[in-house]
């Protein structure tokens, strides 16, 4: 047990570092200041759009749409950053269910704490993420990271720039 601890505790810093600046979880921001929406639809196993543009600092919020029946989410990180998440999901979903989302734990504590913006949703399920990006220009993933979405496709480009 404490060995499973020790290496979400230090999955979880690592990926913090590897987020970078400008990625921060922003829950706390209200979708009214906001300078445009953006709708996403996530399917079994795509989303639409595939890819997205935004301008530095630009405040957006996505509109994210579950219509599959599995459940998704979508996380907004470095190509590093992701990689280390997928892992962390990897290893939760190995380790007999701990924290993995349909067991009914809170994946958005986790993802706060790696410093990633993200919403999860069940199937069905709308929610909006308000992000604001990086004040330079970047180029960044969004993903689903539930064990084997990523690797089926579930995931595309986010452009900072322009």
């Known amino acids: 047990m404490r ?6 505790a230090l999955g979880l810093l690592s990926t913090q ?5 400008g990625h921060a979880q922003s829950e706390a921001m209200d979708p009214d200041q906001a300078d445009r929406t953006i709708a996403v639809e996530a399917g079994d196993i795509w989303f639409d759009p595939e890819s997205l543009s935004v301008a530095p600092g630009e405040v957006v919020a996505f509109e994210v749409s579950n219509s599959g029946q599995l459940e998704h989410e979508f996380v907004i990180g470095s190509a590093e950053a992701q990689d280390e998440h997928r892992k962390m ?3 939760m979903a190995s380790g007999g269910g701990h924290g993995m989302h349909g067991d009914g734990h809170d994946m958005s504590q986790m993802h706060g704490a790696m410093n990633m913006p993200a919403v999860t949703l069940a199937p069905g399920e709308t929610r909006t993420l308000v992000w604001q990006a990086p004040e330079q220009g970047a180029s960044l993933t969004f993903a689903c990271n539930v064990p084997g979405h990523f ?12």
């Open 89 to 91: 999901m990897r290893e």
């Open 151 to 162: 690797e089926a496709g579930m995931h595309g480009t986010l452009s900072v720039g322009e």
């Open 17 to 21: 570092a590897l987020a970078g600046a």
């Open 3 to 8: 060995s499973t601890l020790m290496v979400v």
